[in-house]
């Protein structure tokens, strides 16, 4: 099924939007979990799910060796699964095991998977239960990470909602704040730091924090910065608690990320000659970074199928500064109001799909004919037998891409598939 609608006045352009519902090709929300265990030092994710699911959390996140893991899976079996046990119990026994070995846990979240939801195990009442056990100890939260419920980057979305209520409230006197929302990689979020110190925004603070114990406050003296394009829910429980979103380009490339930064500078009153000297020189580091993919990338035509909904930003920053041509740009999710500008710099005639039909996007494929496409990775390897040249969308999850620095390498992450196939050509 599929049909085309506008999108709504209060979006940034009258694109028509193809939306589409069918089977879907994406992990589900526990995905995120491999980068989130990494963000969030004294966190723990207990799924409570099947062997499947903990085959998933293994392969996605490699082989890792750890003294002391970040993640496990309480397996429900099949006498759960038919109702002959009493989940909660077992539950409560798994989380006292957990805790009275790992006394270093700050944040425990217990959550749910297809299996749990199948079984309608209540893990909200869990957290509840077991959050007054081990009050000022643990904080136990809940989310869904599940299939049915979640794809890809919104269990990262689950998560960060969850975190929210748990924010201190603010003096009602408090100075503004600048927040920063959504996982980035260490090294990324220090380079932000830094700007922002340069530029003379203070205090900073970050969602999610390092620790459990850093979690800032939060009320309308809050303007945050989404730092990613997925996080509908989180940006929601913050608005309902008073905190204004600052309305940018999300920070990919030396124009989205001067953009973003800009955001925050023009609303903490930062004079703009000190912004330009203090951003000059790590967007010219960008530019030039990114000059290296341009005879690559100039003018190749490039599809998206939904995935990570990374899909809209990334496709601005490939057509307004390394000249590609979008043909279409899938998302499973568009949130207009947080992409209305990146919408706006799309050139005219991109094709904007909202959800997932497989067949449906294999065939415009195939009709398109882009030389790049980017999707799952069940998808890649049947269309590259196809002939057609792939990148895998859970590579820009999981590489650092945002912020100056790393302009570069996400330009080369779209060059280096097509350099693949010329060289596989000769
Ligand atoms: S939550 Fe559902 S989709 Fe995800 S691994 Fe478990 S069973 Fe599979």
């Not at 959550?111 to 959050?131: H, Y």
């Not at 114990?213 to 394009?229: E, M």
């Not at 209305?340 to 909202?354: H, V, W």
């Amino acid at each position: 099924m599929n049909e085309m609608a506008p999108l709504p006045a209060n979006g940034a352009d009258c694109t028509p939007v193809l939306r589409e519902r069918g089977q879907r090709e994406v992990f589900c929300g526990l995905t995120g979990i491999v980068w989130l265990h990494r963000k969030m030092q004294d966190a723990f994710f207990l799924v409570v799910g099947s062997r499947t699911c903990a085959h998933l959390l293994q392969s996605a996140a490699g082989v890792m060796i750890f003294a002391e893991p970040r993640f496990a899976t309480a397996i429900i079996e099949e006498r759960d699964l038919a109702g002959m046990a009493d989940c909660q119990d077992e539950l409560d026994r798994v989380v006292e095991q957990l805790l009275s070995r790992r006394p270093d846990i700050g944040t425990l979240f217990l959550v749910g998977s297809c299996p749990s939801e199948v079984i309608k195990m209540d893990l909200s009442k869990a957290a509840q239960r077991l959050g007054e056990k081990y009050a000022g100890r643990t904080r136990i939260l809940n989310y869904s990470g599940s299939g049915i419920e979640t794809t890809f980057t919104e269990g990262e979305d689950a998560c960060l909602a969850s975190l929210v209520p748990e924010m201190p409230a603010a003096q009602p006197d408090a100075a503004p704040e600048l927040l920063i929302v959504g996982a980035l990689p260490d090294i990324v979020e220090d380079q932000f730091l830094r700007l922002f110190a340069e530029l003379g925004i203070e205090p900073v603070f970050c969602l999610p924090a390092r620790k459990a114990a850093d979690l800032p406050s939060v009320g309308p003296h809050t303007r945050y910065l989404l730092a990613q394009p997925f996080l509908t829910e989180t940006a929601r429980a913050l608005e309902d608690r008073g905190a204004q979103r600052l309305d940018a380009l999300f920070p990919f490339g030396a124009e989205g990320t001067t953009a973003w930064l800009r955001a925050a500078a023009e609303s903490f009153g930062v004079d703009e000659m000190h912004f330009n000297r203090v951003v000059a020189p790590g967007r010219e580091r960008a530019k030039r970074a990114i000059e290296h993919s341009r005879a690559k990338l100039e003018g190749k035509r490039i599809t998206f199928l939904p995935d990570s909904q990374l899909e809209v930003p990334l496709a601005r920053f490939l057509a307004t500064e390394l000249g590609m041509v979008p043909v279409e740009v899938g998302t499973p999710y568009l949130h207009r109001h947080h992409t209305a500008r990146e919408l706006e710099l799309l050139p005219e005639g991109t094709r904007i799909s909202e959800g997932q039909h497989v067949d449906n996007q294999l065939d415009r494929v195939r009709a398109d004919k882009p030389d790049l496409t980017v999707c799952g990775l069940g998808l890649a390897n049947p269309l590259e037998a196809e002939g057609f040249s792939t990148k895998w969308a859970i590579e820009l999850v999981f590489s650092p891409i945002h912020g100056f620095e790393q302009a570069g390498d996400l330009a080369e992450l779209f060059a280096r598939p097509l350099r693949r196939r010329d060289m596989l050509k000769v």
